[in-house]
């Protein structure tokens, strides 16, 4: 017997569209042999879009903006550029792709899937940090794995407020 766990619900943090350009990404990703994990929350306590592990250890960040007026009020991305090897915008098929600065990775994604239009500049992580956040991506993965299989919060043993 095959056992099917459910999915997890969306968060309720995102718009339909961001949730679609995420899901393209995340398939463009795996077809590159990287694991995504959405909405992954970094050291500093920002919350990536997507952070994604490739096959060799390297971190890629993708940043998801779902509108012009999303990018123009979002001047954090750059605090995300330390916590990565490799940083992404990733945005619908009608985002005029001229906003997007010239120095960091372009994804177009809709819900079917997406294309890297162009790579950012590669940076190198510090062993140190690359060994924390990749410690912390697998944990994350893991607990988010367990939820799938018993959504009863009281069994995490954590407050509720965290990542499960």
């Known amino acids: 017997m095959t056992i099917t766990p459910p999915a997890l619900p969306p968060d309720g943090r995102q718009s339909e569209r961001a949730l679609a350009i995420a899901?393209?990404?995340?398939?463009?990703?795996?077809?590159?042999?990287y694991a995504g994990i959405p909405e992954f929350t970094l050291a500093h306590g920002r919350r990536a879009d997507i952070l994604a592990l490739g096959p060799k250890g390297e971190i890629w960040l993708i940043e998801i903006k779902s509108s012009v007026q999303d990018f123009r009020v979002d001047q954090k991305w750059q605090e995300y550029l330390p916590f990565c090897d490799r940083f992404s915008f990733a945005v619908g098929p009608d985002f005029p792709l001229?906003?997007?600065?010239?120095?960091v990775g372009?994804?177009?994604a809709d819900k079917f899937g997406a294309?890297?239009?162009r790579?950012?500049?590669?940076a190198a992580l510090a062993g140190a940090r690359r060994?924390?956040?990749t410690t912390e991506f697998a944990r994350?993965?893991?607990?988010?794995l367990h939820a799938l299989f018993d959504a009863d919060p009281a069994s995490f043993g954590r407050a509720p407020d965290e990542d499960p």
Request: proline fraction near 6%.
């Open 131 to 133: 060994k924390a956040i």
């Open 23 to 33: 899901r393209g990404t995340l398939r463009l990703l795996r077809l590159h042999d």
């Open 98 to 103: 001229e906003l997007i600065p010239a120095d």
């Open 106 to 108: 372009l994804i177009v």
């Open 140 to 144: 994350v993965a893991a607990r988010r």
């Open 115 to 117: 294309e890297i239009i």
């Open 119 to 122: 790579e950012g500049e590669p």
